[in-house]
DNA sequence: ATCGAGCATAAACATATGTGAGTGCGGCTA
DNA sequence: TAGCCGCACTCACATATGTTTATGCTCGAT
């Protein structure tokens, strides 16, 4: 993997100025790549993981089914975002991670993660920003799930990810690979199958996106964000000292 | 404040061991504190706060507002948690924390973590924690939020605080004291007023519960637990070496 | 070239939860 | 002591979303 292509480096320089160090550092953090099929799982619920996962390339979800067999998802994840960088600390998975698509995944060992808190003040600080970015969205779903419809709510989940995608060089224009089935998405967002489909033709209808195939298009970048009442600040794609 | 009344040094404590310095440390971490009535807000959405707030005592509340004036909360605080240490690195806040009763708050400089990030990795590592812990918390939340009834939901919430109250001490038996009314609880769970007033009336009805005024006491933890399909897991009350 | 699997889509119907408009209690405040 | 205000609680009715069942694509496998 060259420097160039890290899409965690990548990720992190939009919000901090990293040091050649620091990358270096992280590039040597990478003790092995893994490739894990889609619907399969990358960590499973209860399981106390050695080293977080990092994921290189493909569409990952972390997810919770409960007693009457629905699943909740909790967290999408692109290239570049950690998959479970917390069971460094939290030590057990209270939720599994599921690829779904095929993914490449880097693993990097707690000892080496315990080891940079150790002699990288700065760059802990990036990763625990990580994290906290994490937090930032699931307030962010939160409100969306409890306070607005379900169409908001779609809306809402279309510019963020969109947003991340363009964050780490993966869309072209306002068109964006997403697939992500709507049985997906509505375990996502907490919603029925058939529902997911009536809100995404009310959204094309109302000539906000297009959808066809994995190819998502947002035709009205302006009037979707209003309908999904939408503001990027906690994505926190400023950069700043931190 | 004493060090034994420190809630914060008890709610760490229960998660991994700290040494008389790393305790000194937070003390002196502490530069003032004040006291903030009953529905004032403690923290504003925009701010760029220079310090983050410690809660020593009462209940607040994360929050954000959406369009039609509907309010979620998305975090419920006690005694010895940080409302916003995510701020120390997110710097913006993209939500409010509201005081639900009289608060007593303790202010930590964001130079001073800046500084203990520099200096002491393993308390770093703990207050890293901390966030997580409000990040597990936050996923629970969604996975009740999207995948469990209202009143699953309710008895799950009611499970988690029970506990969270527990661990500082502040539970008699199966009471706590519960300053929240049921318009919070509604803006916490995603429900209408009325609903919640519903479904505290099943809880009760099954034995589950008693609410008057207050006073919160659960009646049957196991079916408690069982309806809302509860394990603690998630709040990592276990201590270990972190 | 055919088949099957997975997925998007559709319609009819069911229901959990929301809305609006009240009542009444209990505890402050004057 | 009276009056008010916030809060718990109720009822009748409205609706967003779920459920069940089915159809027909599309694409990969044989």
């Given at each position: 993997m060259t420097r160039m292509t890290n899409p965690l480096i990548l990720k992190l320089e939009q919000r901090d100025q990293l040091s050649e160090e620091e990358k270096r550092t992280l590039e040597n953090a990478i003790s092995r790549v893994r490739v894990v099929e889609a619907d399969e799982d990358i960590v499973r619920e209860g399981d106390r993981p050695s080293e977080s996962s990092l994921l290189l390339d493909g569409f990952a979800a972390r997810y919770k089914i409960v007693s009457n067999g629905r699943r909740q998802i909790s967290a999408l994840h692109v290239a570049?975002?950690?998959?479970?960088?917390?069971s460094f600390l939290l030590?057990?998975?209270d939720h599994g991670v599921l690829a779904l698509t095929t993914c490449r995944i880097a693993a990097v060992p707690h000892a080496t993660l315990e080891k940079i808190t150790d002699e990288y003040p700065h760059l802990t600080r990036m990763l625990w920003l990580n994290t906290l970015i994490d937090g930032a969205i699931h307030r962010e779903w939160l409100t969306a799930m409890g306070r607005l419809s379900a169409t908001a709510h779609m809306a809402h989940l279309i510019c963020e990810l969109y947003l991340r995608l363009k964050a780490i060089g993966r869309a072209e224009g306002y068109t964006v690979q997403l697939p992500i089935t709507q049985a997906e998405l509505g375990d996502t967002l907490g919603l029925s199958t058939v529902h997911v489909n009536r809100v995404l033709q009310e959204l094309r209808k109302e000539g906000l996106i297009r959808f066809q195939g994995d190819a998502l298009t947002i035709l009205d970048w302006e009037r979707l964000k209003k309908v999904g009442e939408?503001?990027?600040?906690?994505?926190?794609?400023q950069n700043e000292d931190r």
């Open positions: 570049g975002d950690f998959l479970d960088l917390h030590k057990t998975m939408f503001t990027s600040t906690y994505l926190s794609l």
